[in-house]
């Protein structure tokens, strides 16, 4: 018998419950000048306790072919990956109109 989940009372392989949070996040997505005038897209707006900042990092990190790390509630890219983070975490199950890229 599988788990049954706390939150929607599904069992775990049908639990909804990460699938809605990704849809109600309002995500900024914006670019920062670090030390030596290099740029750093930043990602924030994801909750940590319902989305697993650290696999989402990763699986953008790798989609990019560029490090980052995610610390703090944000995700931090090396480079100006504005437009790709976008058309990324919507193809991750994120709302469209819910992420704001400046």
Do not use: W
């Amino acid at each position: 018998m599988s788990e049954i989940c706390a939150k929607c009372g599904l069992p775990k392989p049908l639990c909804v419950c990460e699938t809605i949070a990704k849809e109600s996040q309002k995500i900024k997505v914006y670019v920062e000048n670090k030390k030596f005038r290099k740029l750093s897209t930043i990602i924030e707006g994801l909750d940590e306790k319902e989305i697993d900042l650290k696999e989402v990092a990763k699986k953008l990190k790798s989609e990019f072919a560029c490090g980052g790390t995610a610390k703090k509630g944000k995700i931090e890219l090396q480079g100006d990956h504005r437009q790709k983070a976008r058309k990324s975490l919507v193809q991750m199950g994120f709302a469209e109109e819910r992420i704001e890229v400046r």
